[in-house]
């Protein structure tokens, strides 16, 4: 039973079997509550955005509110098929949607590559569908990038990560799906900034102990 429940959960959905979802978006406030930034845009002129997926999404947006030149972030779900899903629905796996975050940054104060060398270095992206005890598509490692200079950028990070990886002994090939950047759906109130709110609250994210080199690859 518990392998036919896992099976479940690490399948994605099709356009005939996903969620119908609804036409609403659901509320959330108007402020980080961390950064004090506005949670939705537009944002200002000299900011850029990006998205990632690495695990639990209460722990992957602190890894990244906390870097310098981060103007906001926020939790979502992207990559999957359900219009404006609910948590619950994104947790049943019948919506085909990644837990994502929003990252809000000032190319003027800190780089994309420094953005992907966190993502790396927070997460571990070789184990596909899952991350640690998490199990699940929801839990898995995506790059949804909003430029072509993202992508290019995104590709060669994996790159070297994972001869990064290879040298370190550490296996596994990286499982990482990097994707023009789909619709973001903005998480329910209670999962903005959750760990601020809740500091001993369930993070579940692990890396693997290898840094990502900053390298000069393309894209950068």
Known sequence: MLNFLSKHKTEMPTAETALPGRSTPVGVPERHFVLDAPLRGPFADDTEQAIFGLGCFWGAERVFWELPGVYTTAVGYAAGITPNPSYEEVCSARTGHNEVVLV???????????????????????QGMRQGNDVGTQYRSGIYTTTDRQAAAAAASRDRYQEALTDAGRGGEITTEILPAPEFYYAEDYHQQYLAKNPRGYCGLGGTGVSCPVGAGAGS
Request: aromatic residues 18%; hydrophobic residues 35%; negative net charge.
């Open 104 to 126: 809000v940054y000032k190319p003027a104060e800190i780089s994309y590559e420094e953005l992907l060398a966190r993502f790396w270095e927070g997460h571990d992206p070789t």
